[in-house]
């Protein structure tokens, strides 16, 4: 492996969710773990490509399909942490607090949560694969959100994920049908460690008054 080093699967708690089962949760630690082993295996195989310095013609093909699959493999696995770290052990709240920053950044953003939380909904329920996320732009302060197909298309460079949430079918299908994805949105929002959330908000540039 590179000087860099590999990556390590972390480890959450994450039992007692509700509406998102232990046995869910044990699966998609697994699916994360694998995204982790993927990373670095691909790592792995192109540092072995460039370790003399340089491309050779007939390396390209293979060197290429691997360099195209990372954006794949990493996102997976930083997706899946941005989203077990947003969820809470035991279940959360339900709605932020009215006093807290991602409150302010929402009405900010999108004249209020509930209009917010209306579109965030809505891009969870598109047909696909793949995430809805909300992004804060360091810029300015501003929310907005993002639907990602697969893993890795859709995101935004240089924004700041604030909340990640996967729905990918293996994320709720032990638990629910597959067209009861809204049953799943709505168990996960019952579980967001809004905590979390504010810490990602506060760690950015915070919040200012939205501009275009
Ligand atoms: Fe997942």
Redesign the pocket.
Known sequence: MSSTGSYKARQFNLSGLKGISDQTLEM?FK??EGYVKETNNLTEKISAFIGDAKVDQEEMPAYSELTRRLGFEYN?MVL?EY?FDNLQSGGGIGDPSKTSEFMNAATASFGSYDVWKADFVGIGKMRGVGWAICYQNPANGRLSNHWITLHETGNVAGFTPILVM?V?E??FLLDYKPAERPKYIEAFFTNIAWDAVEERLKKGKGVQTARA
């Open positions: 998609h699916l994360y997976g899946h989203y996967d990918w293996h994320a």
